[in-house]
């Protein structure tokens, strides 16, 4: 079992940035060979892919809507992994999880965090 815990989402204006966090605790020993992956959902729409990192070597991937705005991070020292958005858009409004599994699919994700609300104002 793997605990997941978001943080640091608030309101924000647009072209402003924030940086989420994400604390696992637990078997967090699982999640080298995983990913660590970011979801977003705003209301009506389905969860979709943000980005997602390998625990294990690093490597990243990002959606073609935040690629060159959004970086993600993580420190496998603290078990903790981040999302620094940047230049932040209306539309980037939503609620961000943080999930442990593989690929883009949220299907593949086991593990998930409450999520923390972002909201971007004009």
């Known amino acids: 079992q793997v605990q997941l815990v978001e943080s640091g989402g608030g309101l924000v204006q647009a072209g402003g940035s924030l940086r989420l966090s994400c604390v696992a605790s637990?078997?967090?020993?699982?999640?080298?060979?995983?990913?660590m992956g970011w979801f977003r959902q705003a209301p009506g729409k389905e969860r979709e892919f943000v980005a997602r990192?390998?625990?294990?070597?690093?490597?990243?991937d990002y959606a073609d809507d935040v690629k060159g705005r959004f970086t993600i991070s993580r420190d496998n020292a603290k078990s903790t992994g981040y999302l620094q958005m940047s230049s932040l858009k209306l539309e980037d409004t939503a609620r961000y999880y943080c999930?442990?599994?593989?690929?883009?699919?949220?299907?593949?994700?086991?593990?998930w965090g409450q999520g923390t609300q972002v909201t971007v104002s004009s």
């Open positions: 999930a442990v599994g593989s690929g883009r699919s949220s299907r593949e994700y086991v593990y």
């Open positions: 990192i390998r625990w294990g070597g690093g490597a990243t």
């Open positions: 637990g078997h967090s020993f699982i999640m080298y060979n995983r990913d």
